[in-house]
């Protein structure tokens, strides 16, 4: 619920983007950074407050934009941050106001969205408390906030001319994985490193690589925040000898279950509580390993640490093995666990409209893609949110993308025809209308391959209706959880299953909805929806300062 | 002349600009291409004929801008491809069609003009030819082509962030020397090469890096264009055995002269006369050095093969020298031996207005900047041609930079105060008033050290009227050539030397006056001009979509 009391606060941001020198894993690369830092400033804010960001772009050629993930922007589709869908991209030397309430508490971030400049480090936490005097449902004694991240050493610039290749000259695995921003390569913080090539850190502790030790207390609950911004990979993150509660996902309450470990899709968010009931004279291991590929990179590692134990005697017990990468039925398991809070508002029991989204990856000319329904997503240079608003019919492809797919299409198989199409058509919801999304995975182009997805949609949170294995069918229906389907803006598809979400189209905007890993999106996994843009009012004319918004504002083509 | 005949020849180009994976030097690395070829495409047309360029910008986040190095833009300012000063970049996906005539038959070039994108590889030849029927004031059998760049293997992008850090992390000297975009870096095409590491290239004459042979019949007059494009080096050019007769400097005739080896600094063009009087048996070598900075990168070869010798056949000479990198007197010699074609016009006697501008190397706030008369140049986001042409007062700083400097500033020491400050002001010059500028050098922060600068000015040619060592003193212009200075759009100044020149403000537009090392512009050594802009009519207005200019294209801040 938007809060429109004019005594809510405004919270007044002036942030610089820039390109720096920085050793997120101990080996100097150039990052993306934001007020000198990395990763950038963390906002904290009330449910009601408005966020004012004065962005300034400091770099020297790249546009840039920052999306506010999670953030539904209701009534403000212009503040999204999503190059080529709510603005055209920040100019360098240029500042655009993003303006937005925060409606609802929970465990935010932002990033970039244009090019590949959230890999390149453009992200930070953004944490939306319970308002002064309101509780959450929950109890904790303090808090901590752990965004995670995966670091390559190939720059952003020479990935993205890889990823646009032929042949196709795929990123790897990422060579580290960080937690606020610090990993270690070439070194670790274990004594024993099973890498005997690798020795363990030594660290001053004013590092940029040094890890953050999260000092306790015995006997507490401590809530702490995770969020994942990787580019690939998936994560499963546990604490020697604790055990997680698991009481938030996305920015909203679940109903509260225990696991010894946790996976987290990248775009996802979880809060969990931990108790300090351990031996107190000891500190534990924090471990978070890849999940769904086959891993190629270190786990990240940091110390639970008991104060007043010192925070340099290493835990006694070994790091918590993360699972196997490929055992998916944990990560079925625990992504089935999730449940809205008791209480908490159910979907429609009907829906209106229902699209179907396959999965593929495919081929044009040559060029490795990935598509959804056979469409490649390729974004145009002027913003839909302006192109559909003025009726620029040339902005995209007028052709409605497809709702479905063949229902002859083998998902286990590797695609009969490879071949597919670039395009930029819209899926153009009508207003308030109950919408199903059924996606649905498949075979990827190499046999017995099919890889895990997290889709993200912005402007809505969706309820989960439930997920299933192999092509999904009418029956499936039969078993959807409208009872407490957990509300989220992010949800993963396993490999050769399907996954079912429900939403009601009541913001009106252009709204991406993609595959949140960067190089897919890169690849055109994604598609644009469109929902009641002629509602949308008071859009900022210099968010539309490019392509075909610009050519219509401007009267005359040439200036007498 | 402009030649308006409604016959005459309009040539389209539609060039696509993207990142691509190329090895100049034999060593894989991103480069700028276009139309997936580096260099870009050669530009052939005839005087009086129309360039019509559609631009499209397919690079992923980063503007892009293409500048027309000589050619003078005579009423099409807009035109000259200089971001922040005649256009705002042109966004990814976006097209920006550049359209201009030649009217002046010469040896030119184009490149980028944004950031660091010409260091990057964005450049390649424009050649500009007498009409049909036509003769050019000397006589040729063949013509070869010679674009001489340098080259890194750190990126542009790498290289930006270092040149803005604090710390300074300078560039360093090229790892390669390139001619037409090849050169070979590891290997060398001289079987014995000094350094013993290095080994003979083994080359089949499809790989990038493979040299462009010039194959010539004996008894014959070869026409060689040079053009160098450098981000850094100075250069020297020798071929083996063979004289060669300068005839023609940035597009304008010179008084024929005779040289054993020719200085081309960067931005400047030459076509030189050879004579293939040698042995016809034999083959030579054909070298470039590096002059003016001690020499970190070895020279670039090819060969000038005797047809019908064997191209593989190595020459028996060894490549020839070129002068030590300080010999700044042979350097001197030469510059000062270029005259402008006898009957060419002359300038005018006395000038409007005379600007003195001091070189200095600087720091601002620990970081190390260049400085022009103590203002260090930082482009803003509207360019100059609409900022002026629209009377946007915030759009740069409305203080006219300072006209001269301090007559008690000491050239030869380091700066007694090193501190200078960043500016945006402009030089306006009256229309058609004939301006003499004084190019100043000095001793850079470090002790014993003055820096050879190629300043190149945009949107005019100016007469060149004479060098000094020291301080430029009122004595000195009794020295000045004023029968026959020659023509050019780039001039040297030599450590702790002056260079004069003048050239008459009769083309409205704002321009670029600016050091031609790409690094040292990047440290604001530059200087904008500003001439008659209220002349300046039919400005694409999709040339200024950004800034100040789109804000006021824009009727309402909020789109209802």
Redesign the interface.
Known sequence: MVVKSTAVKVRHYKWDVE???WAPDCEER?VMGINGQFPGPTIRAEVGDTIHVDLTNKL?????VIHWHGIRQLGTPWADGTA?ISQ??I????TFTYRFVVDKAGTYFYHGH????RSGGLYGTLIVEVPKGQHEPFHYDGEFNLLLSDWWHE?I??Q???L??KPL?WIGEPQTLLINGRGQYNCSLLPNFGNSSSTQCKFSGTEQCAPQILQVLPNKTYRVRLASTTALASLNIAIGNHKMIVVEADGNYVQPFTVDDLDIYSGESYSVLINTNQNPNKNYWISIGVRGRRPNTPPALTILNYKPTSASKLPTISPPITPAWNDYNHSKSFTKNIFALMGSHTPPATYDRRIALLNTQNRIDGFIKWAINNVSLV???TPYLGSI?FGLKSGFDQTNPPENFPSSYDIMSPPANPNTTTGSGVYRLRYNTTVDIILQNANALGANVSEIHPWHLHGHDFWVLGYGEGKFTKDDEAKFNLKNPPLRNTVVIFPYGWTALRFVADNPGAWAFHCHIEPHLHMGMGVVLASAVERV??????A????LT??M????????
């Open positions: 390109y720096m020198f150039v020297s050629t790249e546009g840039v080529s055209c991209p100019n360098p030397g240029e244009y090019g590949m400049q720059s610039h020479e993205e001319v890889g646009s290749s000259r974004f145009p240079p608003k009012q008071g859009i900022p004319s210099n539309l300062t490019c392509g610009a050519k504002f401007l009267k005359k083509k040439n200036i007498p």
